[in-house]
């Protein structure tokens, strides 16, 4: 089993910067997907960004060129650099852990909060 534990969320001002991290438990972190998602009051969770063990990256549209994912296998942590934060920005963001359909954890969620 995979245990996921976020970090970093809080309340920043439109423009400004924020890095959360997600610690993970398991010597299986190396193998499979990361990836943050984030939901808003009202709306449906929706994928951020994701990385393969191998380091390929993917991200929502709204966040390309402003957010930044990466991961330390050695330390077992994934993280979420984000920059010029928008108000829409505004959600719970979750940390995932896939490498199979059976193998498939959350974190508990942090919270990010822009105001404008």
């Known amino acids: 089993q995979v245990q996921l534990v976020e970090s970093g969320g809080g309340l920043v001002q439109a423009g400004g910067s924020l890095r959360l991290s997600c610690a993970a438990s398991g010597s299986i972190f190396r193998l499979g997907v990361m990836a943050w998602y984030r939901q808003a009051p009202g709306k449906q969770r929706e994928l951020v960004a994701g990385?393969?063990?191998?380091?390929?990256?993917n991200y929502a549209d709204s966040v390309k060129g402003r957010f930044t994912i990466s991961r330390d296998n050695a330390k077992n942590t994934v993280y979420l650099e984000m920059n010029s934060l928008k108000a829409e920005d505004t959600a719970v963001y979750y940390c995932?852990?896939?490498?199979?359909?059976?193998?498939?954890?959350w974190g508990q969620g942090t919270q990010v909060t822009v105001s404008s």
């Open positions: 995932n852990f896939k490498l199979t359909t059976k193998i498939d954890y």
């Open positions: 990385i393969t063990s191998g380091g390929g990256t």
